[in-house]
């Protein structure tokens, strides 16, 4: 089944504790995202990767960090979480965009909450 | 920048009415236009697209959406709702080759029996 894994679903932390929240996805696509939703604020994008080793910057990358070393694996890492970074966060997966086929594929989410 | 507006926070509607969810979004050149439906508990699932042609857009579960350039505006409609259909929807903006996709704040959606 095609589908986008992310790990943890659930997550309580502390400041300052460094922490991973895993993603990854079976479909050979080429493009992966991290999103984080609040409420009355959407969907806004951390990172994106277009392929391995190449990564930019979204909206909001300010205290995350990512890495594209295996097509399938997009992890999120936040070195040192602070409170405000308590959110729902999505990983995305899709083929290259802009294509007439392209369609991104959400992961379940990840709700972390830092005390 | 690009931007997103959906104006409306919370729409409630009866089952077997129509629907219509606005969409405003701002953006340089020819966008790259979604809708995205969001079940409690769940990520989110593409409803329809638009890159270019015909600007009425057929998606999935009976959903439509019209490009209007001259009001850059992507409403969706759907001429007679579902309780199934009760969910969080987002309008979303992309740039195509960059592909920074921006999401609109999303509207909620009730249906009453």
């Known amino acids: 089944e095609a589908q986008v894994t992310q790990n943890p679903r659930y997550l309580i932390t502390v400041t300052g504790k460094k922490l991973t929240v895993t993603c990854s996805q079976n479909?050979?696509?080429?493009?992966m995202s991290w999103y984080r939703q609040d409420p009355g604020l959407g969907l806004r994008q951390i990172y994106y990767s277009m392929n391995v080793e190449v990564t930019d910057k979204g909206d909001v990358p300010e205290g995350y960090k990512v890495s594209r070393k295996e097509k399938r694996n997009f992890p999120l890492i936040l070195e040192s979480p602070s409170p405000n970074q308590t959110s729902l966060y999505f990983c995305a997966s899709s083929l290259i965009p802009g294509g007439a086929d392209e369609k991104l594929f959400f992961g379940s989410g990840t709700q972390l909450s830092v005390l | 920048a690009q931007s997103v507006t959906q104006p409306d926070i919370h729409i409630t509607v009866s089952e077997g009415a129509s629907l219509e969810l606005r969409c405003n979004y701002s953006y340089g050149a020819t966008p790259y236009l979604f809708w995205y439906v969001q079940s409690p508990g769940q990520g989110l699932q593409l409803l329809l697209k638009y890159f270019s042609g015909d600007t009425l857009v057929q998606g999935i579960k009976g959903f439509e959406a019209e490009f209007k350039r001259s009001q850059s505006s992507f409403n969706l409609r759907k001429p007679s709702v579902h309780w199934s259909d009760a969910a969080e929807y987002f309008c979303a903006v992309g740039s195509g080759s960059a592909r920074q996709l921006t999401f609109g704040s999303g509207t909620q959606l009730t249906v009453l029996p």
């Open positions: 479909m050979n696509h080429e493009y």
